[in-house]
């Protein structure tokens, strides 16, 4: 059942994640720069595809690196979590991207990184001063999480930094 759930979601993500929209703040305060333009290809997608051209493009134009994505509410780091794209994932937290943001289950993307054994992100995740604590909805940390999918990487990781 657990399988089951975890392939659902990820189709979710999948077909969804091309859908999301730009903030329109974000391509207003791109507009008026005149150096650099807001790519076409959006945030979420640059993500998915390692695009590391486009996101940091993306950063350039002043883009909302927290913009999120209409099906779960995810930024693209949560994204970059969920699909173990590390190298855009360190891209947008030397941006700036809110590393304690929760999606509408209350999941960080560290909460992501642990439930999907995305053991290199956590540890960058971990190792960025964010909120190891930080509960979902369910209540449950990142050390919860990891704990119950069974990544014992990501859990001696979690508790060597002091998580509860």
């Known amino acids: 059942m657990r399988t089951i759930t975890i392939v659902i979601l990820a189709l979710m993500l999948l077909t969804f994640v091309g859908c999301g ?5 974000s391509q207003q305060s791109a ?3 005149t150096t650099v333009s807001v790519p076409k290809v959006d945030l979420h997608s640059a993500v998915f595809t390692d695009n590391f051209e486009v996101i940091r493009q993306h950063i350039k134009a002043g883009s909302d690196l927290n913009v999120l994505e209409p099906t779960r509410a995810s930024t693209p780091l949560i994204t970059a979590a969920f699909l173990g794209k590390t190298e855009a994932a360190k891209i947008l937290i030397d941006a700036g991207a809110d590393l304690n ?14 439930a999907f054994g995305k053991t290199e992100v956590a540890k960058i995740l971990i190792d960025t ?7 979902n909805n369910d209540g449950a940390t990142a050390l ?6 069974c990544h014992l990487d ?4 979690l508790l060597a930094k002091g998580a509860d």
């Open 154 to 157: 990501i859990v001696e990781a």
């Open 31 to 33: 507009e008026s720069q």
């Open 144 to 149: 919860h999480t990891a704990a119950f999918f």
């Open 21 to 25: 929209n730009q903030d329109k703040s």
């Open 101 to 114: 943001y929760q999606n509408v289950d209350g999941s960080t993307a560290l909460h992501t990184a642990a």
């Open 129 to 135: 001063g964010i909120d190891l604590d930080s509960q």
